[in-house]
Every structure is written in structure tokens, then in C-alpha cells.
């Protein structure tokens, strides 16, 4: 099982693992300020080159539906993520 936040929670929320899994033309047009870009097809394919099973991580994609997808696979595989619902268009929304 993973969590969900809300935008307007992890705008409240400082020095976090953020991580953006859009691809890099979309990383480089706009994301959240602090994000690193890590493609999800990286993810899917080697979450122990990027991720510790001893750190948290929250994952937003552009909308929050395949950041969800994501973190259901990576909890699954005994990694602590959690999904920011809405995801990167939540985020301008609420800006």
C-alpha cells in the first residue's frame, strides 16, 4: 500500500525526495521547483539504481495516474512512495 497527498499538503512540506516521472521534454518545459526527472519507464525498469528502500519518495506525473500506477508497483516492491494526486497539473492549478 502507498499514500496520496494532495498539492496543497506537499506545498507544505520541506527538503522531500521529489520526483517527476514525465519525460524530459516535459521536465524541461516546466515542473515543481526541487523535482529531479526520472523518466517512469527508468523506475520501472531500475528502482534500485535510483531509489532506497530506506527513503521516501513522492512521484508526480502529469495528471496522478501513472505516478499512482507507479507507486502501486514500487510499494509493492517494498519502497515507501506516495502519489501526488493530480499530479504536475494539480500543482499549476493551485499555484
Not at 497527498?5 to 527538503?15: M, P, T
Not at 526541487?34 to 535510483?50: D, F, G, H, T
Not at 521516501?56 to 516492491?77: D, P, V
Amino acid at each position: 500500500m502507498f499514500e496520496s497527498i494532495s498539492v496543497i499538503d506537499l506545498k507544505k512540506l520541506n527538503y522531500i525526495n521529489l520526483i517527476d516521472i514525465r519525460s524530459i521534454e516535459r521536465y524541461n518545459n516546466k515542473h515543481i521547483m526541487n523535482a529531479i526527472n526520472i523518466p517512469m519507464e527508468q523506475l520501472l525498469i531500475r528502482p534500485e539504481k535510483y531509489l532506497s528502500k530506506g527513503e521516501k519518495y513522492y512521484i508526480y506525473c502529469e495528471k496522478g495516474i501513472q505516478s499512482r500506477k507507479l507507486c502501486q508497483i514500487l510499494a509493492n516492491n517494498g519502497y515507501s512512495v506516495v502519489n501526488v494526486s493530480g499530479g504536475y497539473e494539480a500543482w499549476v492549478i493551485n499555484e
